[in-house]
């Protein structure tokens, strides 16, 4: 049976100082133009935190190159019950009861040969309990730090974890008219909340206040 609770972060917390300090969803290893003048690749993505035993677990980052060169995906601390596609990054396999467990610090990266780029570090919970999810709805910011008029809103972030202020997750949404969003196959614990919103340039707002909700 799956278990559904619903968290309200309040907008006025998402509508923070929008600073130049972001958390961005995409990782860079290198600066966006080498010297040769080549692009570093894109990598994004919102990998499942936990997946059942015996059943399948399937992701496949999205990335780019504005330069049209081929890519390539390497990965760190892969699920040994896993495979991992090089030419497309996706990661996928269907663990049994003897894989129960975390296995944390998973990175994903991409390639084109000069330059490179990762998604954050994730984990991953096979579980033999029944997943639940949490609902988390927010009001859309409309100033910037300054008071000035949010004309440009482009997305939000929402990041959680096992331990207050310590986030291993994080979802990007790239709709700024989304204002709900389910947090799906989370495996029974106590999860800490809390969001950001961006900005058009990227620019990311500190977190908003905390919400805190059990899974049973």
């Known amino acids: ?15 923070g100082c929008l600073s130049n300090e972001g ?5 860079d290893d290198t600066s966006a133009n ?10 994004s993505g919102n990998p499942p935190p936990a997946v059942l035993v015996d059943e399948m677990y399937d ?14 995906f390497t990965i760190t601390n892969k699920p040994n019950w896993a495979s991992f596609d090089a030419s ?21 990266s991409v390639s084109d040969g000069m330059a490179s780029n990762s998604l954050r570090a994730f ?7 029944a997943l639940g999810n949490v609902t988390l709805n927010w009001v859309a910011p409309t100033q910037n730090s300054d ?8 997305g939000y972030k929402i990041y959680y974890g096992t331990s207050s202020r310590t986030y291993d997750h994080e979802i990007s949404i790239d709709n700024p008219g989304t204002t709900t969003y389910v947090v799906d196959n989370l495996v029974p614990n106590t999860y800490y ?9 990227g620019i990311e707002s500190d977190y908003s206040g905390e919400a805190v909700r059990t899974v049973n």
Do not use: E, W, Y
Not at 1 to 15: D, F, P, Q
Not at 34 to 43: C, E, H, Q, Y
Not at 97 to 103: E, F
Not at 123 to 129: E, P, Y
């Open 1 to 15: 049976m799956r278990k559904t609770l619903i968290v309200l972060l309040a907008g006025s917390v998402l509508g």
């Open 23 to 27: 958390k961005g969803f995409i990782r």
């Open 34 to 43: 080498d010297p040769a003048g080549n692009n570093s690749p894109t990598i």
């Open 59 to 72: 992701f496949t980052p999205n990335a780019f190159d504005p330069d049209g060169d081929s890519l390539t």
């Open 88 to 108: 497309t990054g996706r990661l996928s396999g269907q663990p049994t009861l003897g894989n129960v467990g975390t296995i944390g610090n998973i990175v994903i």
């Open 123 to 129: 984990s991953v919970t096979v579980s033999q309990a």
């Open 147 to 154: 008071g000035s008029p949010l004309m440009d809103l482009a």
């Open 193 to 201: 909340f809390a969001a950001t919103s961006l900005n058009s340039s």
